[in-house]
């Protein structure tokens, strides 16, 4: 089993930055492929990012550019950093992670492990 737990979450103004963080335990060395997906009400849970393993990350069109996954080993924790954001990047963020290939690690994975999520509100 793997736990996952997301802080970082708030509220921050349009064109703001914030960074969230994921910090990953139990058996994390199966764990091959990690993201970050966000969910609005009324909408599906969109993958915003992936990383497998030590990859390059990959990342939806909606946030290109303006987010940037990264990971501490040492800490075993994951970090989603977003800038310039917009009101559409509202909702709850979720960290998730899987034990799939490089194949089955894009930003819209399978995922087995969902961190409990966490808030972000931009506002005008």
């Known amino acids: 089993q793997v736990q996952l737990v997301e802080t970082g979450g708030g509220s921050v103004q349009v064109g703001g930055s914030l960074r969230l963080s994921c910090q990953a335990s139990?058996?994390?060395?199966?764990?091959?492929?990690m993201g970050w997906f966000r969910q609005v009400p009324g909408k599906e849970r969109e993958g915003l990012g992936s990383?497998?393993?030590?990859?390059?990350?990959i990342y939806a069109e909606s946030v290109k550019g303006r987010f940037t996954i990264s990971h501490d080993k040492a800490n075993n924790t994951f970090y989603l950093q977003m800038n310039n954001l917009k009101p559409e990047d509202s909702g709850m963020y979720y960290c998730?992670?899987?034990?799939?290939?490089?194949?089955?690690?894009?930003?819209?994975?399978?995922?087995?492990?969902w961190g409990q999520g966490t808030l972000v509100y931009v506002h005008s």
């Open positions: 998730a992670a899987d034990h799939g290939g490089l194949y089955d690690c894009g930003p819209e994975f399978r995922v087995r492990y």
């Open positions: 139990g058996y994390i060395d199966a764990v091959y492929c």
């Open positions: 990383r497998y393993k030590d990859d390059t990350p």
